[in-house]
C-alpha cells in the first residue's frame, strides 16, 4: 500500500497510512515503513482503545514477532511523571534495545505519552503512531512529545517524530460524538489558517458526524493532516510558521484551565478560541472575514461558540499571559489577516479585555 | 577570546572554550556564543563545586541578569528520576521560557543531569556547559545527556548537545588525584584509538598529576576533546563510528558494575578495559601492539591495571552480554587494528573467558 502522505521532519522522512481497517495490517505497514530492521516491538495503548482494537492489533504480528504490552488508563491523568517511569520500567522489563520500535495505540495522550518514553529511552528510539481518535490526527504528527507537569501541561517532552503514522478511520467510528466535536474544531483551525476552500467542503460533505462515510473520512483526515504537515515541514521546532497552528488556542487554553481541565473538550474550548480570534482579527486589521456561514455550520454540529459563564475576563486575560507562546509580557495572539493568511500579532490587553467583556459568538 | 574548538552536531555548531580563569568571564563567553540572546539564566551546580566556584561565575554576570541557582549533591545518586523532577520544578519557577538558558556547573554527573532538564524542559531548551572534571572533558561534548534508572545506568536520556563549553581549567586544579585518575583515562584513550602521538606527547608532558601547568592542562584538554569532537562529528547518534569511544568499556562497565558502583572509579575500570582490549587485540589480530610504555606510563601514574579479585570472570562476561551496545547476543569488542585504528569487532565468548581467566596487567 502507497503511503496517502509522507512528512518530511528534520531527521527523516515519515509516511501516514489512512484508511479503513488498517489495524489488521499494521505489522506490514510498519515493517515496510522502517529504513532498519525492528529488533522488537512494544505496544503502549489507552485501556480503553485496547479493548475495542488490541487483538486485531496484535493479529496482524506473525508468532515470532508479537510486541509485547502495556495499558495506560484513558485520560489526561496518564501523562504523569509517574506513568512515564512505569513504562520506561516496563520497556526496559520488555528487554527492548535501542533497535526496537514503540507503537501508540490510542488517541492524543497515548501518542504524547508513547512518544516521550520513546524518545527518551536509551536516548531515542524509534516509535509508530496508530491514533484512534480524530483529535489525534492533530497531534500524530509533527513530532510533538510529552507529558505533564504538576504546575503545567507538556512542559516535560521532546521532539521526536514517529517513523510512520497507521491511521484506521474505522476507528473513529466508535468514538462519541463529544470526541467527534473536540477532534474537528482542529480540522475546521486547519480550514482557517491555510485551505479556506476546505471549510467548504467540510459544510457540504460533514453535514453531520453520524452521516460521515468513510470515504469521507479517509479524505478529511488526508487534507487536514495535509495542512498540519505543510507547516511543520516548514518550522519542525516552533520558531515561526508553526505558531500558526495556535489559531484559537490562546484563549482556548485559558478555558480549558479556567473551567477546570475536562469540564470542556479541549476542541470544544479551540472552537471558543478561533471565533474569538476571527472578531479580534475583524477588529484589529479593520476588514469583513465572512465567516458568519461556518459559524451557523459549526453551531450546527452541536459546537457552543460563547465563552462559558463561569470563566472571568480578567482572570482569562492573566491566564494567556503566562502562555508558553508569551514573549515581554504581552499576549502574542494568532489572527487572520484575510481567511488562509494568519500572522502572529502582540496585542494590547485593553483591547482583548473589552472584546471579552463584549461577549463572543453572537456576530 | 576565540574558541579552543568549534563542534558541530546534527542541529548546530558551538565553541569549546579552554584556559584559565574563564569561570570570571562566563557571561561573556556564554552570550557571545549565543545565536539567539538568552531570555534568563539558570544554573545547575553540583553543590561541592557550588562551594569553590560558584562566587566567581555568578560575579560575571551583570546585575539584571543573575542566573537562578539549583544545587545537587555530588555523586551518580544525583541521575535519578526524583532529582530531575525536582530540578524541572525549579525550571519552572524560575519561569524560565523557551529562549532561556541553563549552565551546568560540575563534573559528568552535573553535565547529564542539566542536560536531560535543558533537553525536555518545554520539549528543548539550550543549555551550556561548565566542566569541573577532567571526566567531564569526555562527557560535556557529543550531546548525550541522561539520567539512571534503577535497572541500569544512563537509561534514560537525549541527544541534546550544548550551546557553548567554557572550561576553566584552574578548577581541575583543586581536584584530588583519583579524579585525575578517572578522568586521565579518557584522555588515554583517545590518544589510543585516534592519536598514537598523542600518548607519547603525555609521556613527556605529563609525568604526574600534581606537576602539570595550566598551560599543559590547556594543551592536554584540547587535544584530547578534539578526538572526541572529530568522531561525534562524524556519527552523533552512535549508528556507527561513535562506537570506538567505546574502547576500555565493555569490560569496564561490566567491572563498575559488578564491583559496585564507586568502589572503582570510571576511569580506574576502563584502564583495565584498554589493557584487556590490548591484549585482545593482539591474539583476534595475531599482531604486536607494542603499548608496554604505555602500561608502564600508567601504572607509574598510579593505576592499577589487574582485573579487581573480587570479579569473578563468568559474571563479568554475563555483563557484558545485557550491555546496550550488544546485538544478536555476542559481545561486540571495540579493539585495535594497530593503534590509531579501531575496529567493532564481535568475539566468541571463550576466547574472551580464557583471557579473563588469563588474568590482564601482567604483560
Known amino acids: 500500500m502507497k503511503p496517502s502522505l509522507t512528512i518530511t521532519s528534520e531527521s527523516h522522512a515519515y509516511p501516514v497510512y489512512i484508511h479503513q481497517g488498517l489495524r489488521h495490517s499494521t505489522y506490514e505497514l510498519i515493517e515496510q515503513s522502517l529504513m532498519k530492521p525492528a529488533s522488537a516491538y512494544m505496544i503502549i495503548a489507552d485501556e480503553t482503545v485496547a479493548d475495542l482494537y488490541l487483538r486485531d492489533v496484535l493479529a496482524s504480528f506473525p508468532d515470532n514477532r508479537k510486541p509485547s504490552v502495556a495499558l495506560v488508563p484513558s485520560g489526561e491523568a496518564s501523562k504523569s511523571l509517574d506513568k512515564y517511569e512505569e513504562l520506561l520500567t516496563k520497556t526496559l522489563e ?27 529511552y536509551m536516548r531515542g528510539i524509534r516509535f509508530v503512531q496508530l491514533p484512534s481518535t480524530l483529535l489525534a490526527h ?24 514517529p517513523s510512520a503514522v497507521v491511521y484506521d478511520s474505522e476507528m473513529l467510528m466508535t468514538m462519541p460524538e463529544k470526541e467527534w466535536r473536540s477532534g474537528f474544531a482542529e480540522v475546521v483551525k486547519h480550514g482557517f489558517i491555510a485551505d479556506p476552500p476546505f471549510l467548504q467542503w467540510l459544510q457540504e460533505n460533514v453535514p453531520s458526524f453520524s452521516s460521515c462515510s468513510l470515504d469521507t473520512i479517509n479524505e478529511l483526515l488526508k487534507r487536514s493532516i495535509a495542512v498540519k504537515a505543510k507547516i511543520v515541514q516548514e518550522d519542525e521546532r516552533e520558531q515561526g510558521v508553526r505558531a500558526y497552528l495556535n489559531f484559537g488556542h490562546t484563549l482556548a487554553h485559558s478555558i480549558e484551565a479556567e473551567s477546570g ?51 472571568d475576563s480578567h482572570e482569562l486575560l492573566n491566564r494567556m499571559k503566562i502562555d508558553k507562546k508569551t514573549h515581554n509580557q504581552k499576549v502574542h495572539y494568532v489572527l487572520l489577516k484575510e481567511l488562509g493568511r494568519p500572522e502572529l500579532v502582540p496585542v494590547d490587553d485593553h483591547v482583548i479585555l473589552q472584546l471579552l467583556t463584549g461577549g463572543v459568538g453572537n456576530k
Do not use: W
Request: net charge negative; glycine share 14%.
Open 261 to 311: 481541565y475536562g469540564t470542556i473538550t479541549h476542541g470544544e474550548a479551540v472552537a471558543i478560541g478561533m471565533v474569538f480570534a476571527l472578531k479580534l482579527s475583524e477588529q484589529v486589521y479593520d476588514i469583513d472575514l465572512q465567516y458568519a456561514d461556518t459559524i451557523r455550520y459549526m453551531e450546527s454540529l452541536g459546537y457552543h461558540l460563547s465563552i462559558p459563564n463561569q470563566c
Open 94 to 120: 520488555a528487554r527492548l534495545d535501542r533497535q526496537s520500535v514503540i507503537i501508540a495505540l490510542g488517541g492524543g495522550v497515548t501518542g504524547d505519552l508513547a512518544g516521550f518514553v520513546a524518545a527518551s
Open 138 to 161: 492533530d497531534s500524530s504528527v509533527g513530532g510533538k512529545t510529552g507529558i505533564n507537569h504538576p504546575l503545567g501541561k507538556n512542559l516535560i517532552g521532546a521532539f521526536h517524530p
